[in-house]
């Protein structure tokens, strides 16, 4: 029997804890980096050690949208250069970073070596932090299917647009066919309303029930928010910068529901 190498390379069993929480969408733009962020600075305010892992191998932005030029990043551990101790940055919302590196070429199309090698960093950062938050990359290519594999929860962003809906599908059809991948849950962003939001995860959650026989939980409604832009704009936190926002209550309140 040929072994799954992602079960190969998957931690300990007992790691089903929630402790690496990847961030996918199928469809890009969604607001998946900007979730992971902030998702990330909503649980070192609540007392986690958390790292935030950016895990889009072909496009990498979380130092973007933060303003950060990071000295190392993901690329040097995987060469094997740098230990990923030595290669995270630590931000001042109270939370530490793995940069990726965006367009270079150095971090997509990796051979399985190479991926293999992120999985491991990936399980580093497992066993040194509370949680690891990892921003995915769009898309359901090989390399983001198997880092969604090796997360613990998946939260699959989808909005009311009906092309992210269809794409949000296709992940959690393609994560629930593994049966040794983690929960996937889903994170309706950008609602329009939060009523809006209830009959967008409706629309997903009955697809899901009628043709995968199996019903995702709602992580949680995310409200669209202009000042969710101006904090991207900025390079700064939205709970820094806009603690009251409506779309800072959303996540914190993802946050609760994930204790
Ligand atoms: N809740 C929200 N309210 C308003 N605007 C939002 C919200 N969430 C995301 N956005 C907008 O969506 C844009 C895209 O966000 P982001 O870059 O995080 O998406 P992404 O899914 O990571 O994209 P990619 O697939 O390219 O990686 C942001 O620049 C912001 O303008
Ligand atoms: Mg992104």
Redesign the pocket.
Known sequence: MIADPVLLTRPPATARDGRIVAVA?GK????????AITLAHALARAGRRVLLFDG?LG?A?VDIQLGLVPAHDLAGVVAGRRSLAASVVHHQGGFDILAGRSGSGALSALDDAALDAVLAALRDAARAYDHVVLDL??GIERATRRLSGAADLLLVLATEEPTSLTDAYAVLKLHLADASAGEARVVV??ASTPAAGERTYATLARACASFLGHTPKLAGI?????R??DA?RRQTLLLQRHPNAP?AGDVERVVAGLA
């Not at 890009?28 to 979730?35: C, D, E, L, N, Q």
């Not at 995310?222 to 202009?226: C, M, S």
């Open positions: 969408s890009g733009g969604v607001g998946k980096t900007w979730f889009d496009l932005n990359g769009a962003n950008q995310i409200r669209r928010d202009d969710v832009r991207i779309a």
